[in-house]
């Protein structure tokens, strides 16, 4: 059973710095990877999709990377600010075309 | 702009009360989805439908059903609301197969009182 594990679950850091975020799966068969964004109390935002086949994408000040083989994906945020503050959540499409959920790492960019 | 629509964005109702909620899509996809978004925790999925074939999660509550009348709409229907249910109501489209991105609404926020 496909597991999507994020750490950390939380993390602050100042303003301006660049960070990473890390979303990790047990079974490498999958079709893609997405992050998203999601603000207290609102939707979600797709940030980026990465297909099984990529190693990474960009936009912006994101980028997101997979390995499919180890099982993981980061997603790197350059230059933070403080409306970078939010939730954001990593899932995988797995064989059955359902996507599969991390917990989710809330990140707070302090002024 | 082609996108997914939610109504309401916030619903109250009372406890044993049956709500409906919408959604509707300009994308064309032939999957709709429901999930269940409770405080902190990630989306769990409650039904999908592949064209006009439902499929429900193993531990979805009976207390939930769906509708799709058509390509565009999908209802989520919740018979007898309790405390329990109330919860962020994600839904959220994709074209059938493989590597085909899923497009989520912005929700409905659904408080029991």
């Known amino acids: 059973k496909q597991e999507v594990t994020q750490i950390p679950a939380a993390l602050s850091v100042p303003e301006g710095e660049n960070l990473v975020l890390n979303c990790s799966f047990t079974?490498?068969?999958?079709?893609?990877l997405q992050w998203f964004r999601q603000d207290p109390g609102k939707g979600l935002t797709s940030l980026l999709l990465i297909q099984s086949s990529q190693r990474e994408q960009t936009s912006g000040r994101l980028n997101a990377s997979l390995d499919k083989s180890s099982g993981r994906s980061t997603l790197y945020i350059a230059a933070s600010q403080p409306g970078d503050s939010a939730t954001y959540l990593c899932?995988?499409?797995?064989?059955?075309?359902?996507?599969?959920w991390g917990a989710g790492t809330k990140l707070i960019i302090k002024p | 702009d082609a996108m997914v629509i939610q109504n309401p964005r916030y619903q109250v109702t009372q406890f044993g009360k049956p709500v409906t909620l919408s959604c509707s899509q300009t994308?064309?996809?032939?999957?709709m989805y429901w999930y269940q978004q409770k405080s902190s925790q990630a989306p769990k999925l409650l039904f999908h439908y592949y064209d006009k074939d439902f499929n429900n999660e193993a531990d979805t509550p009976d207390n939930f059903q769906s509708r799709r009348p058509n390509t565009s709409f999908c209802f989520l229907d919740i018979r007898s609301p309790g405390l329990g249910d109330a919860a962020m109501y994600l839904c959220?489209?994709?074209?059938?197969?493989?590597?085909?991105?899923?497009?989520f609404g912005p929700g409905t926020r659904l408080t029991v009182t």
């Open positions: 959220a489209t994709s074209r059938r197969g493989n590597d085909h991105e899923q497009y």
């Open positions: 994308l064309n996809h032939n999957v």
């Open positions: 079974d490498s068969a999958i079709y893609n």
């Open positions: 899932a995988v499409q797995d064989s059955n075309y359902q996507l599969i």
